[in-house]
């Protein structure tokens, strides 16, 4: 006897929010005080992580080697049981790293971005201040001009996106807000 309809689990797909914007505008502080709220897992920035344990500058290979173990990361938890999955940065900005960069990118990232369904980026608006470290390369205007190519290439791709501005849990409050409507 076929099972019919009624007797088949239907799972309720996680909503897939990446936390992005340009450098030091609160994206880690953000992504780990929204997977607290909503008491689920998230993946932390994996750029960050790689380029730190590099011996020497990275190059076009390394930036590849991220934007994969990006999609990997988020393979991994598509198919969780969890309300939300949330992303500190996604391949937009290793998109736009490898145009800024190295004036290419590969020709397998742009089909990636497409087909993986984003419910929202939450977009961290500039109204932090930008502090120096070891890692980060683009202060002063660069963070601006950045900030517009990750917004425009969101927009391009038609994922739908807000920003979310305001000081400590201002912040916070607003992206949950966001969330929230996005029931």
Same mark, same amino acid.
């Given at each position: 006897?076929e099972?019919?309809?009624a ?12 936390i ?9 502080t ?7 709220y ?7 920035e994996?750029?960050?992580?790689y ?6 500058n990275y190059n076009?290979?390394?930036v ?10 988020l393979?991994?938890l ?12 996604w ?5 736009? @790293? ?5 004036n290419?990118?590969?020709? @397998? ?11 929202l980026?939450?977009v ?5 201040? @930008? ?9 002063g ?22 920003i979310?501005g305001?000081?400590n ?15």
């Amino acid at each position: 006897m076929e099972k019919g309809f009624a007797d088949t689990k239907i799972k309720n797909a996680s909503k897939i929010i990446v936390i992005t914007g340009a450098e030091s505008t609160g994206k880690s502080t953000l992504t780990k005080e929204l997977a607290k709220y909503f008491n689920v897992p998230f993946n932390p920035e994996i750029a960050r992580h790689y380029i730190e344990k590099l011996d020497e500058n990275y190059n076009y290979t390394d930036v590849e080697n991220i934007a994969r173990l990006q999609i990997e990361q988020l393979t991994m938890l598509k198919n969780s049981e969890h309300s939300h999955i949330f992303l500190d940065t996604w391949l937009i900005v290793t998109k736009i @790293w490898f145009q800024v960069v190295y004036n290419k990118e590969p020709v @397998w990232l742009n089909n990636e971005i497409k087909r993986t369904k984003i419910d929202l980026f939450l977009v961290c608006d500039t109204d932090l201040p @930008w502090i120096s470290d070891p890692v980060r390369e683009n202060g002063g205007e660069m963070r601006n001009i950045l900030q517009n190519k990750y917004i425009e290439t969101i927009r391009n791709y038609n994922f739908n996106y807000k920003i979310i501005g305001g000081q400590n849990s201002e912040r916070l409050n607003n992206a949950i807000q966001f969330l929230n409507e996005l029931q």
